[in-house]
């Protein structure tokens, strides 16, 4: 696959999987388009291809209430979109997701820049820059070297022991001694999640009078949702 094609594909997962309905890529435009002031997300992918995103928003406003908090970052609401779009480049690691200014990616006459739009107004512009090597062959030796660029990069790992969901009403309702029954049995596996994905399933334990869980089975990435 040309890089082009792989721009747009990228382009097109993170557009179908952005928390916001009604997205979809409008075309690719010139960095000009973005506007000064845009708040910016970006991040960086190591693998058998090398590449930087970042995404321009017209609003950051959607934040909120996609990840249903008033102190909801859009880097955390955005992480599954840009793992979606990394999807494109095949194997490899998502760094995380960081604030701040990414001209050099919207600028560089390398990256290619897509509107996402609902048909009435641009959500935002989203530029893909693939590096000058991502044609030449990656042996396993180099792609080994090229994650160990990132094994300092800290993740964030979570332990789930299971969900439910309630009414606005059930959750003002809650007070000190309520029990919220879960959707997972006692002794059922729980789940490990990395960086909002899940990876692994455990058990708790105690270790030294605190909370562990010890993995019980790592997920192939077939079984790992997305």
């Keep these: ?25 409008t075309g690719a435009v010139g960095a000009g388009a973005v506007p000064e002031g845009a708040a910016i997300v970006s ?5 058998a291809l090398t590449a930087d995103f970042a995404l321009a928003l017209a609003d950051a406003g959607f934040a909120a209430e996609a990840g249903g908090s008033p102190e909801a970052r859009a880097t955390a609401v955005l992480r599954p979109a840009f793992e979606r779009a990394a999807e494109a480049l095949r194997d490899g690691v998502l760094s995380d997701l ?12 390398d990256s290619a820049v897509f509107e996402i739009s609902d048909g009435a107004a641009p959500f935002g512009w989203f530029a893909v820059r693939i590096r000058e090597d991502a044609g030449a062959p990656v042996t396993p030796s180099a792609f080994i070297g090229r994650l160990g660029r990132i094994h300092d990069v800290e993740m964030a790992l979570t332990v789930e022991i299971g969900r439910t969901r309630m009414s606005v009403r059930d959750a003002l309702s809650m007070e000190p001694g309520k029990v919220i029954e879960l959707d997972r049995s006692a002794g059922a596996p729980v789940d490990v999640l990395l960086n909002g994905r899940k990876i692994a399933l455990g058990e ?3 270790v030294d009078q605190d909370y562990g869980v010890r993995i019980t089975r790592i997920l192939d990435v077939a079984e790992a949702p997305r």
């Excluded at 696959?1 to 952005?18: E, K, T, V, W």
């Excluded at 991040?43 to 693998?47: E, T």
């Excluded at 960081?98 to 006459?109: E, N, Y």
Aim: proline share 7%; hydrophobic share 60%.
């Design 1 to 25: 696959m040309s890089n082009l094609a792989l721009h747009a594909s990228a382009a097109d997962r993170l557009a179908a999987s952005l928390p916001v309905p009604g997205l979809a890529v």
């Design 204 to 206: 708790v334990v105690v």
């Design 43 to 47: 991040a960086s992918f190591v693998g």
């Design 98 to 109: 960081t604030d701040g200014d990414a001209a050099g990616v919207l600028a560089d006459p």
